[in-house]
């Protein structure tokens, strides 16, 4: 029971503390996992049809756990049985043993009486041999005959006569005792025989009932044992397949997140022949047009000072404050804090269908512009500054395609003529 306590605690922290790990890591940023609204939507069907297995199993499982804790439920109560079985066989067991020593007892006071009589049977044996021999003699001598006719009268005649009839009653005496004794031997002699092979049958009867108690109840922990293993492997299973229900239900959202997002970004504006543009707001072939006109590179995407630089950095000589403009339509996904980029602001675009994100980073104070809402192309988004992890006033920019994740970013010059 209190293995079985000490499991399901385990169990309890470990599920509550990956659930927390869980939601943290939910927090931090990555990619759509879907890129156009045809994709959005496949993997929308899958994901629900996941959960639906994994609803399904869950299902199976706690039944069947279930079924596992009415037995587990049931041997607790073979083994209560058990209990005051063996109590009942340890009373008997303690009664058998006084009885064993009454009859150890028993047998050893015997023994001693067995052994006086022995001695007694072989005084007396002497002693009636030894008049047997006098008899004997006198019978052959006729010394009988002799005693009494030396007898001065009648008196002494009786008296001598009378003292051989009490010579032949003691010695009859003496031959009832020794035939008594004996008989009370033979008969000890069978009384401790019996009480021996009783002693012996109850001794043996004793520990069978000890071999089998201990088997009986080897067999039960046995199957206790194996039933909480077998609960605790479901319990861990149940456990699996809830994380698992957890990731793909995130997994859902962030779909229909993706989802809305695509829907409600509007598409570049198609140019055409026709088109009027602007020197300073000149989108490439791919939709996207400069966040910051009149700026210059300082810092190019790739390697810089040993680590990776994720965008590029753009700098308006003469002007700390200037504005920051969406590189294309697009919503709003992000307006906040960051320890290195400082304020920053991410804006999800639709890209000849396709997602792609782009970054805005160490913005002079955050941006009035709320996340969810839409924004122009070339709409102001913020203002140029230094906040964050950053040596003097200019835009950190940085390209997503599929979504904004850290580290998965491309060269921005890839998108914008810059």
């Not at 309890?12 to 996992?33: E, F």
């Not at 002497?126 to 009988?144: A, C, L, P, Y």
């Not at 700390?320 to 697009?330: D, F, K, N, V």
Request: aromatic share 4%; glycine share 4%.
């Amino acid at each position: 029971m209190f293995k079985k306590i000490v499991i399901s605690l385990l169990l309890v922290i470990t599920m509550l503390m990956s659930l927390v790990n869980v939601r943290m890591v939910s927090t931090a940023y990555a990619a759509a996992p879907c890129t156009t609204l045809e994709e959005c939507r496949e993997l929308q069907q899958e994901t629900l049809d996941n959960i639906a297995e994994i609803m399904e199993e869950e299902e199976e499982i706690s039944e069947y756990i279930a079924e596992l804790q009415a037995e587990i439920s049931d041997l607790r109560d073979d083994i209560a049985e058990l209990k005051d079985t063996i109590s009942d066989l340890e009373d008997d067991i303690a009664d058998l043993a006084v009885e064993i020593a009454s009859l150890e007892n028993d047998i050893e006071v015997n023994s001693e009486i067995l052994e006086d009589t022995e001695d007694r049977i072989e005084v007396l044996i002497d002693e009636i041999s030894q008049r047997m021999r006098i008899t004997q003699r006198v019978n052959n001598t006729n010394s009988f005959l002799i005693i009494l006719s030396e007898a001065e009268n009648i008196a002494d005649f009786i008296r001598r006569a009378r003292m051989f009839n009490r010579v032949a009653t003691e010695d009859a005496d003496l031959m009832d005792e020794l035939t008594d004794l004996v008989e009370f031997q033979e008969n000890l002699l069978i009384e401790l025989e019996e009480q021996a092979d009783e002693l012996e049958e109850r001794n043996d009867e004793l520990e069978t009932l000890r071999d089998e108690l201990e088997v009986e109840q080897e067999n039960l922990e046995e199957d206790q044992i194996e039933l909480i293993e077998r609960e605790t492997e479901l319990q861990d299973r149940l456990y699996e397949l809830n994380l698992n229900l957890i990731d793909e239900e995130e997994l859902l959202e962030a779909i229909l997140e993706a989802e809305r997002i695509l829907e409600r970004t509007p598409p570049p504006p198609t140019m055409t022949p026709n088109t009027p543009v602007s020197l300073e707001r000149t989108p490439n072939s791919r939709g996207l047009e400069h966040p910051l006109p009149g700026a210059r590179a300082t810092s190019e995407f790739g390697p810089r000072g040993g680590r990776h630089h994720s965008g590029i950095d753009l700098v308006v000589v003469g002007n700390p404050t200037a504005p920051i403009l969406a590189a294309a339509a697009g919503t709003i996904t992000t307006n906040q804090w960051h320890n290195s980029l400082g304020w920053y602001v991410v804006v999800s675009h639709n890209i000849d269908g396709e997602r792609v994100d782009t970054l805005y980073a160490h913005l002079h104070y955050q941006p009035s512009v709320r996340v969810g809402s839409i924004v122009d192309q070339g709409e102001r988004i913020g203002t140029k500054g230094s906040t964050g992890n950053s040596s003097g006033p200019h835009l950190h920019f940085e390209v997503h395609p599929g979504g904004w994740a850290w580290g998965n970013s491309v060269n921005p010059r890839r998108w914008v003529g810059f």
